[in-house]
């Protein structure tokens, strides 16, 4: 399915209909000059209407039909300074119409009748107060012509009242034109605003179909796929674009289809549509009822079931793990407690001795289990704040060798000249960074030798985001258990609990940072914390 950015200019636009409103009007302005030339040079209208003024009459024609041709090629420019352009062109109609009447008395009714247009039009494109401004202009040019050719006449009461119903004409027609282009206008933005909206709403929609995480396709009765999204894309085992017979992308799903369509009942059985991908489940339903000409296809992932089935489990069984480790912890420290008890007494034999040490050893890896498990469950949010890794590294490592007696093995921190800087909560970072510690000195040795550990602040690259490393010289991690270590209660050590890289792992996302294993050249593991850098550095994202 495709995907557009709506933008404005999707929508029928405002500023390209009132090009459209001016070039009519000024194709009238040429219309109405071209009756002028023919009024003015046509013998049959000399015999007709008689010219008085005969030079006056063709020479306003023609300079006016020059105008109107000029305003008609100006059309785009004229929309950038509109309503000063069309201020000017009805001071030109008026003023034409003036000299054409002044020339030709005898056509004042035609010329007054076609003035009505173009104060109309006017109206419908300027503000009120100008249009009544072009409608009292034209009212007072033809009221003005009429007294100055009826005075002395009999008839001037007529020819009078005939011109105040011309300006009250100009008048009504500028008011009802001006009310009806307002409204006009308002719906047309109104339009313009839901075109937009809805154009935007249905992008809106196509990109959520696009990115489900189900698979989408929409099939016709002659079995060829009209569009489907990226994930009904990737389960069929990524088409070419131009295979659109759903017999030949998925003969199985097409199948499936035509028994759904012959007997409405559907398969629910878990299939494979194409090598290397997950198994479906296919579900059909119509666009419309009893309308079998276009069918949707959803494609449910079984291992995003499964995957979400294995949340679910793995949370309720923390939570009774919890419960759980809670209660046997009394009893624990009762046992614990007593041993040492038994421990101070001076009687007890060697042997005795013995066993009181194992409770003991087995007791200390008791709560250990116990610590990690409630860890699990009640972990805390992150409170980031901006780090200096250079800083930081360093006294973490003198603490860590303060606190722990790490004897012949070898801890140090590798910092960079310039400031390393990241967004984390110390707490959160502190408990990962020392938890790998600890296994990079418990198992990161090779036999009969000291381990050696470093923990490496710098960034990934000139421009990278910050990370910290924590590399030691052992025999490092086999790929297919390295695929599995991050992984709850997965563990190759006898005394291990399998929770310590899974906590470490949940902490870091918890604090947008990311966790991984970097098998290093020439032996060894290293476990990279890339984490966010602040707002203000390199690398940081918009």
Not at 398 to 427: C, F, H, M, W
Not at 484 to 510: D, N, R, S, V, W
Request: glycine content about 6%.
């Amino acid at each position: 399915m495709s995907t557009a950015v709506a933008h404005a200019s999707h929508a029928p636009s405002g500023a390209g209909a009132l090009r459209r409103e001016i070039y009519f009007f000024n194709l009238f302005r040429v219309l109405q000059a071209a009756v002028y030339i023919g009024l003015s040079f046509s013998p049959l209208a000399a015999d007709w209407i008689p010219l008085r003024e005969p030079l006056l009459g063709r020479l306003t024609a023609v300079l006016y039909l020059l105008f109107a041709l000029l305003a008609l090629v100006q059309t785009r420019v004229w929309q950038q300074h509109a309503r000063a352009a069309i201020a000017v062109a009805l001071c030109a109609d008026v003023l034409a119409a003036l000299l054409t009447i002044a020339a030709l008395p005898t056509a004042l009714n035609g010329v007054a009748l076609m003035l009505v247009v173009d104060i109309s039009a006017g109206a419908l494109l300027l503000p009120l107060r100008h249009g009544m401004f072009f409608a009292a202009l034209a009212t007072l040019a033809v009221l003005g012509h009429t007294f100055s050719e009826s005075s002395g006449a009999r008839d001037v009461e007529r020819d009078m009242l005939e011109s105040a119903l011309f300006g009250l004409a100009y008048f009504a027609a500028a008011s009802l034109c001006y009310a009806l282009g307002k409204q006009m206008r308002e719906t047309e933005a109104l339009a313009e605003r839901r075109g937009l909206d809805l154009a935007n709403l249905a992008q809106v929609n196509e990109l959520i179909i696009r990115r489900m995480q189900t698979g989408v396709l929409l099939v016709d009765e002659a079995n060829r796929v009209h569009q489907m999204n990226e994930s009904a894309w990737m389960l069929l085992g990524s088409p070419p674009a131009d295979r659109r017979d759903l017999g030949a992308v998925a003969p199985e799903l097409s199948r499936r289809l035509y028994h759904w369509r012959t007997s409405d009942k559907t398969d629910q059985t878990s299939v494979a549509l194409a090598e290397g991908v997950p198994e479906v489940v296919p579900r059909f339903t119509r666009l419309a009822a009893n309308d079998d000409s276009h069918v949707l296809i959803f494609l449910d992932d079984t291992s995003l079931v499964s995957r979400r089935a294995e949340e679910l489990t793995l949370a309720s069984l923390g939570r009774l793990s919890a419960s759980i480790a809670h209660e046997i912890r009394n009893p624990l420290a009762a046992i614990r407690y007593s041993a040492q008890l038994l421990a101070e007494s001076e009687d007890l034999p060697a042997a005795d001795q013995r066993m009181v040490e194992i409770i003991n050893n087995h007791c200390g890896r008791m709560n250990d289990i116990i610590e990690n498990i409630l860890q699990l469950s009640r972990r805390d949010r992150s409170r980031p704040e901006v780090l200096d890794l250079n800083a930081w590294a360093l006294a973490f490592t003198d603490e860590y060798k303060e606190s722990n007696d790490i004897g012949a093995d070898s801890l140090r921190a590798i910092v960079q000249p310039r400031t390393v800087e990241a967004l984390a909560d110390p707490q959160h970072l502190q408990q990962v960074v020392w938890n790998l510690v600890q296994n990079a000195l418990r198992y990161g040795r090779m036999p009969g030798e000291s381990a050696r550990v470093m923990v490496v602040a710098r960034h990934a690259s000139d421009f990278g985001p910050p990370v910290i490393e924590v590399i030691d010289r052992g025999p490092g991690i086999p790929p297919k258990v390295a695929a599995q270590i991050f992984e709850p209660f997965f563990t190759t050590h006898e005394y291990g609990t399998g929770l310590g890289l899974y906590l470490a792992k949940q902490m870091c996302e918890a604090n947008q940072a990311t966790l991984e294993y970097v098998p290093v050249a020439g032996g060894g593991s290293c476990f990279r914390i890339t984490l966010t850098p602040p707002a203000n550095a390199p690398g940081a994202p918009a």
